[in-house]
């Protein structure tokens, strides 16, 4: 699926952040849910490809 989507990312601890642009610098992204959380709620889910720099 390729519809030039932009991932914004301002987690400065992440490898893959781009500060200069705060942009996420990963092709694609795997987003998981938060352990035993089933909220249906936004912070629901989180970037399960989170690396620390």
Do not use: F
């Not at 987690?11 to 249906?40: A, F, M």
């Amino acid at each position: 699926m390729e519809n030039n989507q932009k991932i914004n990312c301002t987690v400065s601890s992440c490898k893959y952040n781009d500060r200069k642009n705060k942009g996420c610098n990963l092709e694609e992204i795997q987003v998981t849910p938060k352990e035993n959380c089933n909220t249906k709620k936004q912070d629901e889910s989180m970037c399960g490809s989170y690396e620390c720099e």
